[in-house]
């Protein structure tokens, strides 16, 4: 089964996205990242606009303050 990761944030699914190092300042978390995604090989990181991706920001605005504890 195929797993979607969505996002709205072009340069960062870019960055995941690469092979190379990032030798950026954040280069340590970027390389963390793309060692948990490549530990999944059914993961697909894919870009969205932005408004495409307004619901599941409402979601997660929705459930910061949420009363349920869960």
Known sequence: M???IEGDGQGVVNVLSQVSQDLSHLGCLVDDC???VAQHDN???QHVM???NEAA???A???LHSPWDG
């Open 2 to 4: 195929q797993r979607l």
């Open 34 to 36: 793309k060692r948990l």
């Open 43 to 45: 993961i697909l990181l």
């Open 50 to 52: 932005k408004e495409a």
């Open 57 to 59: 920001a409402r979601l």
């Open 61 to 63: 605005r929705m459930a």
